[in-house]
């Protein structure tokens, strides 16, 4: 690993939890492995493209790194209706990030319907160079998981691939077709990927209970969390 610079952002409103203070510490890189992120992972960081992070908030732990057994695994009702709802009408294009007008258009289009139906900030329309930076330049090849309908684009979403597990990094999709929960389906479908690879672990990211947009992470049972002391533990 390659470090440039490390910078923690002063204390401000949680974007999670208004109620709670937020700060994050980043770390911007110019080189770094597949196994030298995953032991950034495995103490609570998180990726985008050359920039990693993690939270140092002043007085709130509720975001909560999580990830998934793959071999203990079992989907709920709910999941395996949702399987059933989008296998054989969803076709699922693994290769490498690449930046087009198709995804733009489709991230704006998510970006646009989350303002509206859950708060989130409008930034307006995504720039190129701003998507490529976040999504596909990368200091180690990360897979882009492309979600059809057909020939119709309805989902993008973003894995890494490391040695002992796969990690889900963003996955954005069409609101018109949010009948078939793709959110949901992108997630076992990573976790159905993972035992074909014979990775033991999915790693979800952040989990905040109170968080409308994080909750769902919690619907992946059984899962682990990882706790304040560095150790990963069943979540009950």
Known sequence: MRSLFVFTSPPDLCSYLPHERSALTYEMVSELTAAEYEARLLAGWRRFGFTMFRTTCPACEQCVSVRVPVATFAPNRSQRRCLALND???TVRVGAPAVTDEKLALYDKFHAFQSGHVGWADHGPKDPADYAESFVEHPF???EWCY???????GVGYVDRLPSGLSAIYFYHDPDERERSLGTYNVLSVLRAAGAWGVPHVYLGYLVEGCRSLEYK???RPQEALGADGVWRLRT
Request: overall charge positive; aromatic content about 12%; glycine content about 18%.
């Open 88 to 90: 054989g009408a969803i």
């Open 141 to 143: 090849p990360t897979q």
């Open 148 to 154: 059809y309908s057909g020939e119709k684009l309805v």
């Open 218 to 220: 919690g619907r992946y």
